[in-house]
């Protein structure tokens, strides 16, 4: 059903895009609508106060979690909290900024030229929730799917703004697989991971990564109580694989499908 969907939409933007090159006799830019796409999401992430209050939230949600967990478990050694980097404590919004402006999108080249730079900023609570964390004889991990080939300039970034264990023992980075699973299996084999922060569902649990037609939310409606318990959700309206569902967890699809794509999923 999803592919016969992709293909029905492939062929109206075939026609789409034939009809608009005739009345203009200029190509439509889709790469560009797709940046400028990003506007609002990215507006949104930078200047609102809700952000900022969603963000406070939803880490001193965390901190709450911890509490209650060590008031239940009867062994409080070798404990952790595991963290996702980007958008989770480290703001690389500027970074979608340089996307819009040069109408471009990301890719590995422009992502690693970022992170190089090393001036991503803290995120609201983020600092504070893990020198909590660490107060508590909680560990602190943070398991990110940036390559361990920007391992220097992500410990060198984290350090500036003051995170414990920006280290390579518990900064662990994509070497093959953008899945998680055995980075937290890795943790998982000296210490007991009592909660997951992040703004991807897959950082905490792989079985989100293949959403279907209804994006994961049956899902996640299934395991509402393991993720309330488990993981501290953040907001992203930027990017993530929220927007992979969209094409079917297909990125390779044309620029011109993705548009397309985008508005045959917004409910009227």
Not at 18 to 31: A, D, F, G, H, W
Not at 59 to 74: C, G
Not at 213 to 241: H, I, S
Request: charged residues 20%; negative net charge.
């Amino acid at each position: 059903m999803i592919r016969s969907s992709i293909l029905l939409i492939t062929l109206l933007s075939a026609l789409s895009t034939s009809c608009t090159e005739t009345l203009t006799n200029q190509p439509v830019n889709y790469k560009q609508q797709l940046s400028q796409q990003l506007v609002l999401g990215v507006l949104w992430y930078q200047r609102s106060a809700e952000m900022v209050a969603s963000y406070e939230q939803a880490y001193n949600y965390a901190k709450l979690l911890i509490d209650a967990k060590l008031d239940t478990i009867s062994s409080k050694e070798n404990l952790a909290v595991v963290l996702d980097i980007d958008e989770t404590v480290l703001d690389n919004s500027p970074f979608e900024v340089e996307l819009i402006n040069s109408k471009d999108q990301y890719n590995s080249q422009n992502w690693k030229a970022w992170v190089d730079q090393g001036r991503a900023k803290a995120l609201p609570g983020a600092l504070n929730f893990i020198n909590y964390a660490i107060s508590r004889n909680v560990e602190v991990f943070y398991i990110s799917n940036r390559r361990v080939n920007t391992l220097g300039p992500t410990i060198s970034n984290l350090e500036a703004y003051g995170f414990p264990n920006a280290d390579s023992t518990h900064v662990l980075l994509r070497e093959e697989t953008s899945d998680k699973t055995a980075r937290r299996q890795v943790v998982s084999e000296d210490y007991n991971i009592i909660l997951f922060v992040g703004d991807n569902l897959t950082d905490y649990s792989q079985i989100y990564a293949d959403r279907g037609a209804d994006m994961g939310k049956e899902l996640v409606a299934a395991n509402r109580g393991e993720l309330l318990a488990n993981f501290v959700m953040l907001p992203n309206p930027m990017y993530g694989e929220w927007e992979a569902a969209i094409y079917s967890n297909d990125f390779s699809i044309s620029d011109s499908l993705k548009v397309e794509m985008r508005r045959s999923q917004m409910v009227p």
